[in-house]
């Protein structure tokens, strides 16, 4: 069987402890070499430039230069892999989920730091560079642009979608439905299905709820493709969507989507 590539990794962390932590963490990975430790962003862009590691976990707030910045002077199209490593800033974290890029919020448990590791060394091992790096674009283009959501805001406008070699970004107003599938959700808009690695309670948080609601535990529908409540055999509910798809309505939904849709008032 063929040995895996030995992951050359960069820890860049203003804390000494939470550098240890990595440290610590990595010392039960198999082939992991780490090459360098960095104390604030400009040791940090000295050491991609000159080592050229194959990961790096990345601090967002350190002297020097932010992790971002560090992304900007290297550029993306240069960048290794990245795992973002911050203690707050929920607007940063927002766009690390709209650029799908991976981020560890700190505390973080062994699991999350495995699960986080395992998926870099995946898209490693399959040479998935030009993914990485246009995650990376889009994130600077995210936290960027005017046009983003303003840290007060706390709606997506935009999900990306990854794929083989790119990420797609699409709009929340092209969604038809959402339904939940394990650990991911699947994305539907007309014909096509994607998934995406996310959890169903924290996507529905993050969508507009005059846009969209959870019509049921496994699924979330954008309310202005509704077409009509459906009367199933055996008092069940269900909803009919424009195109023509039936969903399941969990019967202690029914109320509150009459309520969005408005048919309360049309009764009453």
């Keep these: 069987m063929t040995q895996p590539d030995t992951i050359h990794i960069l820890i860049a962390d203003d804390e000494p402890l939470a550098r240890q932590g990595l440290v610590d963490m990595l010392a039960s990975k198999p082939n992991v070499n780490i090459i360098a430790q960095a104390e604030n962003g400009v040791e940090a862009v000295y050491a991609i430039q000159k080592l050229s590691p194959d990961l790096v976990f990345l601090d967002i707030q350190m002297p ?61 091992s399959l040479r998935e560079l030009s993914v990485i790096r246009n995650q990376l674009t889009t994130l600077l283009h995210l936290i960027n642009s005017p046009d983003e959501p303003s840290p007060t805001s706390q709606y997506l406008k935009r999900i ?66 509704i077409d009509s409540i459906l009367l199933k055999a055996g008092g069940d509910y269900g909803v009919l969507l424009k195109n023509g798809t039936k969903l399941k309505l969990g019967r202690s939904r029914r109320a509150e989507l009459e309520q969005r849709l408005g048919l309360d008032a049309l009764g009453s």
Excluded: C, W
Excluded at 75 to 89: C, H, K, L, N
Excluded at 177 to 198: D, K, N
Excluded at 202 to 214: K, M, N, Y
């Design 64 to 124: 020097g230069k932010t992790g971002i910045e560090v992304i900007q002077e290297i550029g993306p199209e240069s960048m290794p892999e990245v795992i973002f490593v911050t203690a707050y800033d929920q607007y940063a974290l927002k766009a690390f989920e709209f650029a799908a890029v991976d981020y560890l919020l700190k505390p973080f448990e062994e699991g999350r730091f495995n699960e986080a590791f395992e998926r870099a060394r995946e898209k490693l």
């Design 160 to 225: 990306p979608i990854e794929g083989r070699g790119q990420v797609n970004v699409v709009s929340v107003q092209e969604i038809d439905y959402i339904t939940a599938s394990g650990p991911y959700v699947e994305i539907h808009i007309g014909q096509q299905q994607y998934l995406i690695r996310e959890r169903m309670h924290i996507l529905e948080d993050r969508l507009h709820p005059e846009s969209f609601f959870r019509i049921h535990r496994s699924t979330i529908v954008q309310l202005d493709r």
